[in-house]
């Protein structure tokens, strides 16, 4: 099972809401990744979590609040968003640690649609 | 830092024909892993076929295979017996082993024509 499931597939939310996008993962992996992807370009990574700790986050504003509860689960908090800030939002996870065949393989979700308005 | 190009923005091939999408890479490490993905307008992003960099054979995954050429730095993907379902958008990404960082290439929006 290489299945990466992320909630909602879409989200309209204003400047002043606070939303919370949702990951989850059931195949042992232990490094789970947010990105954020703009119409016709290649995905921008925004944060690495290993082992449940935040291990890269790629100078994003504070408005995007990352949060890793249990090793399946990968949340991403939003709040004060700007209308930029509309994108697709991908996760995805890989098994942690190099060396391990397969673990450089990132599996993704199929993206949270997010509108700001 | 590493870089991923992409030259052909667009691409189209006729149904069951071959197309090759090229991918090139700029690194100074030895060690890494390349990728190409597939995006279709689904938007979910789907391995196709990974390359380790100390192989020498081309990976090979059913109806796609690869020329990784390691000293031209080179990574392009045949798709052989093209199907409708083949068309989306192609993303070449690098990493280097023990890194947790994907670079992605610009992508290459392929259709394929009935």
């Known amino acids: 099972d290489t299945e990466v499931t992320q909630t909602p597939k879409h989200l309209v939310m204003g400047m002043t809401n606070k939303k919370s996008l949702k990951c989850e993962q059931h195949?042992?992996?232990?490094?789970m990744y947010w990105y954020k992807q703009k119409a016709k370009k290649p995905p921008e990574l925004m944060f690495v979590?290993?082992?449940?700790?935040?291990?890269i986050n790629e100078s994003v504003p504070s408005r995007f609040s990352p949060e890793c509860p249990n090793s399946s689960l990968l949340n991403l908090h939003l709040h004060a968003l700007q209308p930029e800030d509309s994108a697709l939002y991908l996760c995805?996870?890989?098994?942690?640690?190099?060396?391990?065949?397969?673990?450089?393989?990132?599996?993704f979700g199929p993206g949270t649609r997010l509108t700001v308005l | 830092a590493q870089t991923v190009t992409q030259s052909q923005p667009e691409m189209s091939v006729q149904e069951a024909e071959t197309v090759t999408l090229s991918c090139t890479y700029d690194?100074?490490?030895?060690?890494?892993?390349l990728f190409w993905y597939k995006q279709p307008p689904s938007r979910q992003m789907i391995l196709v076929i990974r390359?380790?960099?100390?192989?020498?054979q081309n990976a090979t995954e059913n109806r796609f295979s690869v020329n990784f050429q390691k000293a031209a730095k080179s990574f392009s993907l045949k798709i052989s017996d093209s199907q409708l379902g083949d068309a989306a958008m192609y993303f070449c990404?690098?990493?280097?082993?023990?890194?947790?960082?994907?670079?992605f290439g610009p992508g290459t929006r392929l259709s394929v024509l009935p």
């Open positions: 995805a996870s890989s098994q942690a640690g190099g060396g391990v065949i397969g673990a450089d393989t990132q599996y």
């Open positions: 195949m042992g992996h232990r490094a």
């Open positions: 979590y290993s082992y449940e700790k935040l291990s």
């Open positions: 690194t100074s490490e030895s060690d890494y892993y």
């Open positions: 390359q380790e960099a100390y192989k020498q």
């Open positions: 990404a690098y990493r280097v082993n023990y890194g947790q960082n994907f670079v």
